[in-house]
């Protein structure tokens, strides 16, 4: 079994970053969502994605911002990926002419096969899959029900929502996703990366075989 590339969502400190990475991060996810407590700006951005070393995948984050911020953070740093964590169309993730991931929040009534197969288009790189919470897009804490899904897609899975030391494992066995995602469930408070939980993360997503 392949072990999943790992993204650690909502870095906001250089040293962080970097000991993240070390720790064997494959991609680090920087959030330009105002009301998260893992908010960067593009300067803060610009900072921290020029410090990545080679093959580290720099993701930026978005929830239904406006087409003329997410070109300005384009613009002004230096982004692999995109990730769209509201309610975008796939119009509206395509329109940067730059690789994408849309993330849904999942309920038990939705088709995720259906859905996934709305996005299929070459820029999208896959879907990431995280639980929903009325009014709140992201980094709750919160996992959902990991039988609901289809044993395929059409696009590669991104596991995340609720993820931690203690339960990852058990995830990455059930689910056999592409990647995982993490944020809230390496931090000691919100925002705040712990790198004794970051690193128990990694070794956990690592020892499955």
């Given amino acids: 079994m392949a072990i999943p590339r790992i993204k650690v969502c909502g870095l906001r400190d250089r040293e962080t970053l970097l000991q993240t990475i070390a720790l064997g991060a494959d991609a680090i996810g920087l959030v330009f969502y105002p009301p998260s407590p893992r908010y960067v700006t593009i300067e803060q951005a610009k900072e921290l ?16 911002a406006e087409a003329d911020f997410v070109s300005a953070v384009l613009e002004n740093v230096p982004i692999d990926l995109l990730q769209f964590h509201g309610d975008e169309s796939l119009a509206d993730c395509v329109q940067f002419g ?107 997503v690592h020892s499955v075989r």
């Fill in 49 to 64: 994605a020029a410090a990545l070393p080679a093959f580290t995948t720099a993701v930026a984050l978005f929830v239904n």
């Fill in 98 to 204: 730059r690789p994408f991931i849309k993330v849904l929040r999942v309920k038990p009534d939705i088709n995720l096969v259906e859905y996934a197969q709305s996005y299929v288009h070459p820029l999208c790189r896959g879907i990431m899959l995280d639980a929903w919470v009325d009014g709140v897009p992201g980094g709750t804490g919160e996992a959902f029900d990991w039988q609901i899904l289809p044993e395929s897609l059409p696009l590669p899975l991104i596991l995340s929502g609720g993820l931690h030391a203690d339960n990852v494992a058990n995830a990455v066995r059930q689910v056999k996703p592409w990647a995982v995602d993490v944020s809230s469930g390496v931090e000691s408070s919100k925002g705040v990366k712990d790198l004794e939980r970051v690193c128990a993360f990694i070794n956990a």
